[in-house]
């Protein structure tokens, strides 16, 4: 492997980590998340979500508030059933 390529491999895995933490730290599956990535100049990971939340997280940040399930899913879970407009209810 070259040295170039151990450089990139390496930055990979530090964006990955990073990203890692804060799905952790803020409460979110992966599979909520629409968009990952790691801002070039600032080294913040930048998470949005299904619910429409844009959050960051810097390295080495500790205390950040949990999102609530609205903002990472974007269902409400106490939202009352609806009736289907046309055809018979899905059981």
Do not use: C, H
């Amino acid at each position: 492997m070259t040295e170039k390529n151990e450089t990139q491999t390496n930055e990979m895995q530090a964006k990955e980590g990073l990203i890692g933490k804060a799905l952790k730290a803020y409460g979110i599956a992966p599979e909520y998340a629409i968009g990952t990535n790691v801002d070039r100049e600032t080294g913040e990971a930048v998470i949005v979500t299904n619910g429409g939340k844009k959050v960051r997280f810097a390295k080495g940040q500790t205390k950040v508030e949990p999102l609530s399930e609205i903002e990472i899913t974007g269902i409400n879970p106490k939202a009352k059933k609806r009736k289907p407009v046309a055809g018979k209810a899905k059981a």
